[in-house]
């Protein structure tokens, strides 16, 4: 496989993923309830907005790379719960995985020094993420 189209792949399982998170924390803002409601219907709203600026920077380098977008998410399985301790730890388990692809992007970028620096701020912002889940877990 060229260095390029791996590139495509990866950024396309990114992709695929920051869709299924922002449908994930829709989601979960929707139906989070009780005492837990105020403070995490707003970070759930947050990150799902977080994930589509993320999907948008993906998209556009998979554009520039001239690679085609998935259009659909990541097939794993999203838990409907009203229990704010399954859907941090939902959360936990997505970001993870979103950190890890970007972590696998970031090599492959050595010599584009303009996408190198969007991809790492992403992948700052999911380390961030999962440092944020695990001081409320």
Known sequence: MKATEELIERLNDALAREMRAQAM??????????IHRMHLKPYFENEAAESVVHAQTVRNALVRLGGVAVTERHTETIEHATDY??????SL????????????????LKEDEELYDAIEQILFAE???????????
């Open 127 to 137: 380390e961030r993420s999962v440092e944020e889940i695990l001081q409320v877990l």
């Open 85 to 90: 301790r399954i859907m941090l730890e939902e």
């Open 93 to 108: 388990k997505t970001e993870r995985a979103a950190k890890e692809a970007y972590q696998g992007i970031l090599p492959l």
């Open 25 to 34: 924390y829709a989601h979960y803002a929707a139906y989070v309830k009780g």
